[in-house]
């Protein structure tokens, strides 16, 4: 009960479940306490001294030293308001937004608040919930192009990888030397707009944002070339040489140490294969190491294993829907391989094909990790805020 200036409906509990609460008789300004056993209250402006005894598990509740600052509250009347704001914040139409306020607020509770739990408890019920809302979230991330700004970014990237494949089919088959150099730059130049694009999906998910980020104008692009070509490229390819080099370095000592003339031994292949996927697994956390830390964090494996264990469930859902988008991207490759000659694809057909193949694959797979990132922001060692 209340200790400070009494008035008519002052505190009123909340409901107990996360995403509903109850509206106020008495409108105005107010303070929300919750409970460590997860019942919260709310406190009406007054003395500095209020203060609340949970009903619930008999702790009082006091607020923090210099919170005056009072949270505007619900009127009475404005329900159906209420319900319909609430409705389209948690509409699945936006897959992408924040946690509203109010699971901000109780999210954290145990289902039943009147049932006094201890913490290990509302931990694996936090844990629970994080990982229902990431689930979603990887779902959506396969939609991204349900909106105008998913579409434009798709036909342009699109053609783009489309016209990165014409380049590649050019270099290998022609035979002037500066004729493979310029299609090598192109392709760099297309790698690294492409670089740069992900990279920002990366960070408009992080932020929760839910349309994919602009892409811009060729001026931009041109003037910022430094910052948008050619620092994602470097910043992008860091990570695959982490992720990737490992690997390749074990594979080239058994090859090195093979029989002249001879492949490398099965072991030497499945060691490649073992620290290849381990790799694979660190790349979403390094990743968002590229876009949100320094540098020198590259170098930091002691974080990002603390980062990944403290996020293990989320952590290994996420890679594993990563993996299967590359798993689906490679058997859409390799069926277009073995279609028919009737109707198998050459030219320009085969590179709209598979450029459109590789942009589907890729957008959601970049996407996964910013959601992973702002879905658990607050458990890996760098502030991502």
Known sequence: MRSCGASAFMMKELAADPGEFDLFEAGGDGQVLTCRCGRAHVLREGDDSCQVQCSNC????????????????????AAEDVERDLEAKLSGRRPGALLTNIEARFGDGPPDARIPVDE?????????????????ELFWSLLFFTNASGVRTLVFLWLLMSLELVA???????????????????????????????LSVVDAANDGADELPPLGTLDDLIADWPQRVLTPLLTLGVTWVFAIGPAFLVFSIGWATAPSGALPSLPTWISTGVVLLIGLFFWPILVLIGVHAEMADFFRPDLMIRSILGTFSGYLTTFVFMLGIVVMMIGAVVGVAFLP?????????????????????????????????????????????
């Not at 009082?60 to 009127?75: C, M, N, Q, S, T």
């Not at 509302?122 to 629970?128: C, K, L, P, S």
């Not at 035979?175 to 090598?184: D, T």
């Open 120 to 136: 290990e408890t509302i931990a694996q019920v936090r844990a629970a919930r994080l990982g229902a809302l990431l689930r979603r």
């Open 58 to 77: 008999g702790e009082v509740l006091r607020l923090a030293p210099g919170a005056d600052a009072f949270e505007p509250l619900p009127l009475v009347g």
């Open 341 to 385: 000659g009737v109707i198998r694809p050459t030219g320009i057909p085969l590179a709209l094909l598979l450029g459109l193949i590789r942009v589907l694959g890729q957008i959601p797979v970049f996407r996964t990790i910013g959601v992973f990132g702002r879905i658990y922001r607050g458990r890996v060692a760098w502030d991502w805020t």
């Open 168 to 198: 590649a089919l050019a270099a290998v088959s022609a035979g002037f030397f500066l004729f493979k150099a310029a299609a090598v730059m192109l392709i760099l130049g297309i790698e690294g707009v492409m670089s740069g694009v992900m």
